[in-house]
């Protein structure tokens, strides 16, 4: 197996609409920014949406993946240089629950791809279907998002716990999305990590908060990542602040990445 710098990283949440996509899609900016290589794949295989978020109608997609003859590289589309993304479908239903034969065609195409950037993160759908648990449970990392409101601490909380005690998935770093202040992010976290570690004995990482940001809900309606649309936002700046401290996650811990494949159970040649 070659020496692995990839970091690959599963964002994923226990109810639906907290963010994921606007975050996967900004973190990339980000991570471009600062002169990082990211490919976005976008997971929500029901209900694709990154390129809706972007504004653009990619030719081929995860779907066209799956037909003899078709290599991620005739399906990645670039963003911007550096930047890339997987895209997904909407409305193909047997896609929403992909059996395990279609999963390794998938990523036995892909994970060569993969290893030649620097992050890998998937966008996943909401809730625990068997494909959300499958895809979280291949990457080195996931990154759960949860707001403040109770039902999405408690939908996170169980998502992590089947995770924890059925796949053996223990590595969990948080984001806060759509909180009003430092305070309310940091009750929100606090929670999230009592509950794990009094019930699960897990210790959860805090990755940072992201404001509620109505610029956020501008950037969605004119189709252009709040990054571009406004770097200078709160939200932008949080943003920038989470991949820099993704970096250094991604720093601190080379030699475990490098020992490990980008996704579990599929080496890359
Ligand atoms: N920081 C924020 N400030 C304000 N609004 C936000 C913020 N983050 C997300 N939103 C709102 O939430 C909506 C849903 O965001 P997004 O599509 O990224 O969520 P999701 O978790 O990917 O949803 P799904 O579970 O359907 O995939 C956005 O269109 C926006 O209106
Ligand atoms: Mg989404």
Redesign the pocket.
Known sequence: MNHNNTLSLAVM?G???????????NLGYALQQAEMTALLMDC?LG?A?LDV?LGISPEKNLHDLLQTGVNAEDVVCEIEDGFDMLPATSGVPELVEMDEDMQDILFKKLVNLAGEYDYLML?L??GISHTVLSFASLTQLRIV?VTPEPTSLTDSYAMIKVLTTQHDVKDFLVIV??ATSADEAKQTYERLAAACKNFLNIDLRNLGF?????T??ES?RRQTPLMKFAPQAP?SL?IKALAKKLMRYREDNRDRIAGRPILKDFPSL
């Open positions: 949440s109810k639906g609409g907290v963010g994921k996509t606007n975050i996967v899609l929500d209900l949406n978020l966008d759908g909401a998002v999305n759509q992201i404001h509620q940001d109505r956020l809900v969605v939200a949080d």
